[in-house]
């Protein structure tokens, strides 16, 4: 009769059974999460020591473009101050010529006026010419403009003047001021009297 007492287990009782988690499997959900959180940390460091070596070359770069900058512009002063060396120092030979001409002319003076003069006219002519020839040198020449068409590019016309027999309108007559150009490049436009249309009104 003791084994007839003895009961089967019910489905329920099984289902309970089948469904419990084992201690294994309930160690391994546990350290999933834990595992992921881990990733994600290590993730997050990671791309916060991407960011750092980003920044830090940002840094770089920009100090290294600042300082490139400040090496330009100090060529460029260096340029600057060597071509108005290289422009004025021809230039001091001419104003030697200048105060020899002006020291003969006042030494003559007290001899002889008119020799002093011609003293003086002498050695300004030599001066003229000298300085003109080192603006040639540098490339600066004196703008045509007496008999040639008035060119607003070149000339500016200060007034007009009634065009003499034979002389075409808008001819220069006459320089009032010379103008210079370097090349292509006008430094300042002559200042001219331009012959006036027959039925054109004289202007100042």
Same mark, same amino acid.
């Given at each position: 009769?003791?084994?007839?007492?003895?009961?089967?287990?019910?489905?329920?009782?099984?289902?309970?059974?089948?469904?419990?988690?084992?201690?294994?499997?309930?160690?391994?959900?546990?350290?999933?999460?834990?595992?992921?959180?881990?990733?994600?940390?290590?993730?997050?460091?990671?791309?916060?020591?991407?960011?750092?070596?980003?920044?830090?070359?940002?840094?770089?770069?920009? !100090?290294?473009?600042?300082?490139?900058?400040?090496? /330009?512009? =100090? $060529?460029?002063?260096?340029?600057?101050? *060597? %071509?108005?060396?290289?422009?004025?120092?021809?230039?001091?030979?001419?104003?030697?010529?200048?105060?020899?001409?002006?020291?003969?002319?006042?030494?003559?003076?007290?001899?002889?006026?008119?020799?002093?003069?011609?003293?003086?006219?002498?050695?300004?002519?030599?001066?003229?010419?000298?300085?003109?020839?080192?603006?040639?040198?540098?490339?600066?020449?004196?703008?045509e403009a007496v008999?040639?068409?008035?060119?607003?590019?070149?000339?500016?016309?200060?007034?007009?003047?009634? !065009?003499?027999?034979?002389?075409?309108?808008?001819? /220069?007559? =006459? $320089?009032?001021?010379k103008g210079y150009? *370097? %090349?292509?490049?006008?430094?300042?436009?002559?200042?001219?009297?331009?012959?006036?249309?027959?039925?054109?009104?004289?202007?100042?």
């Amino acid at each position: 009769m003791a084994e007839e007492m003895k009961t089967t287990p019910n489905a329920e009782q099984v289902n309970e059974t089948e469904n419990t988690p084992t201690p294994e499997a309930e160690a391994a959900a546990a350290e999933a999460p834990a595992e992921e959180e881990n990733d994600l940390v290590a993730r997050i460091e990671q791309l916060e020591a991407e960011l750092a070596q980003v920044q830090d070359k940002f840094l770089r770069t920009a !100090a290294e473009l600042q300082n490139y900058r400040r090496r /330009v512009e =100090q $060529e460029k002063r260096q340029l600057l101050e *060597m %071509g108005k060396a290289l422009a004025i120092r021809p230039l001091l030979e001419v104003l030697d010529d200048l105060e020899r001409s002006l020291e003969a002319a006042r030494q003559a003076e007290t001899q002889d006026p008119g020799a002093a003069y011609h003293k003086l006219r002498e050695g300004v002519e030599l001066v003229h010419q000298k300085f003109l020839t080192e603006l040639a040198r540098l490339g600066v020449e004196p703008i045509e403009a007496v008999g040639q068409p008035f060119d607003p590019a070149l000339h500016e016309a200060m007034m007009q003047q009634p !065009a003499p027999e034979g002389v075409t309108p808008g001819t /220069v007559l =006459q $320089e009032v001021q010379k103008g210079y150009r *370097m %090349g292509e490049r006008v430094l300042r436009h002559s200042r001219v009297v331009v012959a006036a249309p027959p039925d054109g009104n004289s202007q100042a």
